[in-house]
């Protein structure tokens, strides 16, 4: 077994040359993706060895990003679409929901929008504004699309492989703050289906479930309250939607208690989901309500107090408290 | 609307007109093929408005009076060419060989679609303004990727000249070449948003700035229409880069029948375009100059209500989808959520559970 160890910004990047690799009609497009090699080096040295016809610098329109890669599509292409960021996505809106998310059931499956959009999101970078958000709920919430997450390199490495390869059309969301941690990646078996969620730590008090950058953090606090008696079990959902309730409901059958994280505000969002969801499905194993760790109803803030907006390992272990506590 | 940089090849009246840059190339056969074309888009789209009125269609958007703008540039365009209209486009939809029937499924509201896009190659109608441009154009650099000699045109409107999707069109059509004509139907009105108050410039001076040429063109004059198109489509195919046509014509009707034009315009002015009217301008000229018999102008008019009829017969025909088939390709591969749509709608008994 070939493993190697590497940041998720480089699995990223070796994804997308093996997936360039194996068919040709897999292109890139994004602002800057190319000579730059993006603002976070995602594509570096990519249009050097595939040319500019496949790895193409865009012009500064995101609609346009999204709107002409679904003409691709219709022509038979795959493009990755990298938005440069979460912020960004919004003009490229408008082609998403009303055109890549439906175009398959209006041509009644004639047209494959076998496209991905590369989403960086989340914070945790200490950049200005419209940098640092979390807008997956939008798109999770849209019929036609999926939404995946990945935490790690080795996911980063196979799931973007994945998405390419896949028919439907993906939005890719891209923990920034973790693109530059490095661990192993297999280059020969993918571990995971695209759409699986999976155990990251195994526990029996706690289900703690997440994705995206806020893994690591439910990680840090697993261990933190392991040393206090408490055994949390650690999802990652990886798939935002669908989401894979499999795992989750056969955790919470074993702990009963249930919380959520994420980086974006709480109001109608993935992990509202996550919790209605799971409280109906396992109504009778629960022993509190799930409660979730997420992001503040406010724009999100100046970075220099992001800290205290994002999900700490505190705000997390403050919940596992209260759901440990619900019952006594 | 006499305007000096409009390229016009047949006056309203019926006499043809001289011009610098275009002749008419179409052989008398042809030209007659084109009235036909015309005849036939009318009579279908007035059908289409009554099966509307008697409460056969949810909505119909009227054709009528922009005929010669989308027969000219749908018979100017080669098998290969792809097409990307919006939701008017049924006279290019009958140039492509889209069966009638097909382009009323959104109208009777039984289909999001209604054609397999790929077989007549010519997409899907795209209602949110100005999508499409983007997709032509993104179409266009698939053209160009593969070495094929294929054009691509999209249509769109005065009004969705205005959004933001058309102009990202023109950048990207600039910056990299591509195959594509814009193929804009200035028919004066966006519902009550007249065209002047969108467009402080004639509309075919925009692409200056862009970096591709743009053309006004009589988009009542099929002979015009035809010719102009001809030439920015093989402009296109051997890699001479995009080009902006405005059709200038006219919305001789609502803009759907859900609309009432009689709110916002003057009936003068609709009075006016009666007189510019393209089907009634090349009749005459076929009574003039090609000695066409008032039997054979019978005759078209039969065939038409011929096609009007079996068109009546086919829509009503359309019955209600079995609601279990909203599920069929949402998505490609297997979705949790689509499974249990479609299991508890067969538990409901809302279908009978047949695929």
């Known amino acids: 077994m070939a493993t190697t160890t590497m940041t998720m910004a480089k699995a990223l990047n070796e994804g997308l040359r093996r997936a360039m690799e194996k068919d040709k009609k897999v292109l890139l497009m994004g602002e800057d993706i190319g000579k730059l090699g993006g603002v976070f080096r995602i594509t570096d040295g990519l249009q050097k060895d595939f040319g500019e016809d496949r790895v193409i610098d865009a012009p500064l329109a995101e609609s346009a990003i999204v709107g002409t890669a679904v003409g691709l599509a219709i022509r038979g292409y795959r493009t990755v679409c990298e938005i440069q960021f979460d912020g960004f996505v919004y003009p490229a809106f408008d082609q998403i929901v009303s055109q890549v998310a439906k175009l398959r059931k209006r041509s009644e499956g004639v047209y494959t929008l076998g496209l991905v959009i590369r989403l960086p ?19 999770a919430h849209t019929a036609g699309l999926r939404v995946v997450s990945c935490s790690t390199p080795n996911d980063a490495y196979w799931m973007i492989q994945q998405s390419v390869e896949h028919d439907d059309p993906i939005i890719f969301c891209e923990p920034k703050s973790r693109y530059w941690e490095k661990g192993e990646v297999d280059l020969d078996n993918a571990p995971h289906g695209l759409f699986d969620a999976v155990v990251r730590r195994e526990g029996n008090d706690v289900t703690a479930i997440g994705y995206g950058s806020s893994v690591k953090t439910i990680l840090r606090a697993a261990a933190t309250a392991a040393t206090e008696g408490v055994s949390m079990e650690v999802i990652d959902a990886r798939s935002i939607a669908p989401l894979d309730f499999a795992p989750m409901i056969k955790s919470l059958e074993k702990t009963g208690h249930l919380v959520v994280v994420q980086e974006a505000p709480r109001t109608a969002s993935v992990g509202s989901e996550i919790v209605a969801e799971l409280t109906e499905r396992c109504f009778y194993s629960l022993r509190a309500p799930g409660i979730r760790v997420s992001g503040y109803h406010v724009p999100y803030p100046p970075s220099r107090i992001e800290d205290d907006y994002r999900p700490s390992v505190d705000r997390i272990l403050d919940a596992v408290d209260r759901v440990m506590g619900f019952e006594s | 609307m006499i305007d000096e940089e409009l ?60 005929e010669a703008a989308q027969i000219g540039a749908g018979r100017a365009l080669a098998p290969m060419d792809f097409t990307f209209p919006s939701y008017r486009e049924h006279g290019v939809a009958w140039c492509r060989g889209v069966p009638p029937e097909d382009m009323l499924r959104v109208f009777r509201a039984v289909s999001n679609g209604g054609w397999d896009p790929q077989r007549y190659r010519h997409a899907l109608p795209t209602i949110v303004l100005g999508n499409q441009a983007l997709h032509a154009v993104g179409y266009a650099m698939g053209v160009q990727r593969d070495g094929a000699e294929e054009a691509v045109m999209t249509f769109f409107g005065d009004g969705a000249s205005s959004q933001g999707d058309v102009l990202e069109s023109f950048v990207w059509a600039a910056s990299f070449n591509a195959p594509v ?23 075919y001076r925009r692409a200056q700035g862009f970096g591709f040429p ?58 006016v375009w009666k007189h510019r009217d393209p089907v009634e301008r090349v009749k005459a000229l076929l009574v003039r100059g090609h000695n066409v018999k008032s039997a054979v102008f019978g005759q ?56």
């Open chain 2, 214 to 271: 743009g053309i006004r063109v009589d988009g009542n004059d099929v002979l015009a229409v035809y010719e102009v198109t001809k030439r920015a489509l093989e402009n296109a195919r051997v890699g001479g880069g995009p080009t902006l046509i405005e059709a200038f014509t006219y919305r001789m009707g609502a803009h759907t029948t859900s609309d009432d034009p009689t709110r916002y315009r003057v009936d003068a002015e609709v009075e």
């Open chain 2, 181 to 203: 004509v814009f193929f804009c139907q200035n028919n004066q009105w966006g519902i009550s948003t007249p065209s002047t108050l969108q467009s402080r410039v004639p509309l």
């Open chain 2, 7 to 66: 390229v016009q090849l047949l006056s309203p009246e019926g006499e043809r007109v001289s011009h610098p840059q275009y002749q008419s190339s179409l052989s008398d056969e042809e030209i007659f093929g084109l009235y036909r074309d015309m005849v036939i888009v009318r009579r279908l789209c007035n059908e289409s408005t009554s099966l509307q009125r008697q409460g056969q269609l949810a909505l119909w958007a009227p054709v009528q009076g922009q």
């Open chain 1, 121 to 139: 999101f989340q914070g945790g970078i200490g950049a200005i504004e419209h940098h640092s958000e979390s807008p997956e709920a939008y798109f």
């Open chain 2, 300 to 355: 078209v008019a039969a065939e038409a209500d011929a096609m009007a009829l079996k068109l009546r017969d086919d829509v009503l025909a359309m019955g209600r989808p079995d609601p279990i088939t909203m599920f069929d390709n949402a998505y490609a591969d297997a979705h949790p959520l689509i499974e249990e749509g479609r299991r508890e709608m067969i538990e409901l008994g809302i279908s009978g559970g047949a695929r």
